[in-house]
């Protein structure tokens, strides 16, 4: 079983949809969860940053965490056309941002 | 402007060439990265250097040789590379362990 697993998509909804991105994992020392957004011909950048369970909600952005089930979700309200991109799930353990264990990524379009 | 810059963001190279990656990063941060990402795999960590010492190196072939000048500046030297090492080459760096990574746009690399 892979570390972490993250559907690739890619994912195709109209502007303004509710969408949810999901990542499961199997190492359970993981504390610190981070989603990444990367835009073609980019580097990723951090989009959101929490530790341990519960949500935390960033404009129309809310990151979710359930370490019972080792399921993280990124939720975008009124999904935009400039949402499009790669999102990126990325993991640790103990207090270290390294090593950083990255999903796949999944592909987002928003189409107007 | 992320903060961290790469040079080039396209190189072609022969599997006879040597050619080598630059990353600036002008955040002040004490630790940097080599990341590689290829079409439909995770990022993979290659080199970590914490206040200019290697601290990480994830089994990566000697045909990649990092070199670390100073807290700011980081390269990475190729030689003898072969077609399967073409992809993205992604450096980040943080202002320790315990923070989120920053992302330079990376490098293109193609070896024919």
């Known amino acids: 079983q892979k570390e972490v697993e993250q559907d690739p998509g890619p994912l195709s909804v109209p502007e303004g949809a509710i969408v949810s991105l999901n990542c499961t994992y199997s190492?359970?020392?993981?504390?610190?969860f981070m989603w990444y957004r990367q835009y073609s011909r980019k580097g990723p950048e951090l989009l959101m940053y929490?530790?341990?369970?519960g949500n935390k909600e960033d404009g129309r952005f809310t990151a979710q965490v359930d370490k019972s089930s080792k399921y993280i979700s990124l939720f975008i309200r009124d999904s935009q056309p400039s949402d499009s991109a790669t999102y990126l799930c990325?993991?640790?353990?103990?207090?270290?941002?390294?090593?950083?264990?990255f999903g796949k990524g999944t592909r987002l379009s928003v189409i107007a | 402007e992320t903060g961290v810059t790469q040079t080039p963001r396209h190189l072609v190279m022969g599997m006879t060439n040597k050619k080598s990656l630059k990353c600036e990063q002008h955040?002040?941060?004490?630790?940097m990265y080599w990341y590689k990402q290829s079409a439909k795999k995770p990022l993979e960590l290659m080199f970590v250097?914490?206040?200019?010492?290697?601290?990480e190196n994830n089994s990566v072939p000697s045909r990649f040789s990092p070199e670390c000048p100073n807290s700011s500046h980081l390269f990475l030297h190729l030689h003898t590379l072969q077609p399967e090492d073409s992809a993205l080459y992604l450096c980040?760096?943080?202002?320790?362990?315990?923070?989120?990574?920053?992302f330079g746009n990376g490098t293109r690399l193609t070896v024919t």
């Open positions: 980040a760096s943080s202002q320790d362990s315990d923070s989120p990574l920053h």
């Open positions: 190492n359970s020392a993981f504390q610190y």
């Open positions: 929490t530790y341990s369970s």
């Open positions: 990325a993991m640790a353990g103990n207090s270290g941002n390294t090593p950083l264990v």
């Open positions: 955040l002040g941060h004490n630790a």
């Open positions: 250097y914490s206040l200019e010492e290697r601290v």
